[in-house]
């Protein structure tokens, strides 16, 4: 994998935890409920917590997954809710040998901004966002969570939009011989949450 499309994966990621964080279609950062449709839905449910991704899926589990040992990992890009912005993080599992091997980025937000709008504007801004390296197309995973997408380019990547409220993007960044790399991410997102 070249270093150009972990990057671009990376910045996928980042575009994903961010679409959807605006509250509102009035130009206003502090939207109430009500707004554009969004509910307040109060606070994230018990053991799921949008900060800390690494507490969302235990490294074991994402080490039996890929069948290798997952000593480690590594949080990044918190972000702790406002009163209508998203909680989002980003947890690295890294391998023995310390590279990255998975990761799991969280989002939940105070109000159920994940309308059906919310939701096609994600999947058009990833879509256009690979198009850069890839001629793949999207896959909608039907049954999975309230709407989901896989993107096959580059790195197996995954997004669950799970309720109103809570979305994950599982990326597999080493995939066993012979394991197919949708399958486990979407084992993951499961154990995640979906």
Sequence with gaps: M???????ILALSSALALAGCGSGSKGS????????????????????NA????????KAKVGDSLKVAVPQTQLGMVHEAGAADAATSECTYLGEDGSSVARL????????DNSAEAIATTKSSAAAAIKAFSDKPLEDVPDLGKAAFFVPAGLPSLTVFLDDAR????????????????????????????
Excluded at 2 to 8: A, E, V
Excluded at 170 to 192: F, R, S, W
């Design 51 to 58: 900060a800390d991704a690494c507490s969302v899926l235990d």
């Design 167 to 194: 979305m994950v993007t599982v990326t597999i960044e080493k995939v066993p011989d012979g394991a197919n790399g949708k399958d486990l991410a979407i084992a993951l997102a499961k154990q995640a949450g979906a």
């Design 2 to 8: 070249t270093r150009i499309n972990h990057l671009t």
């Design 29 to 48: 950062s502090s939207a109430e409920p009500g707004d554009s449709g969004a509910e307040k839905v109060g606070s994230a449910p018990a053991g799921w």
């Design 105 to 112: 980025m969280t989002r939940w937000s105070p109000v159920a």
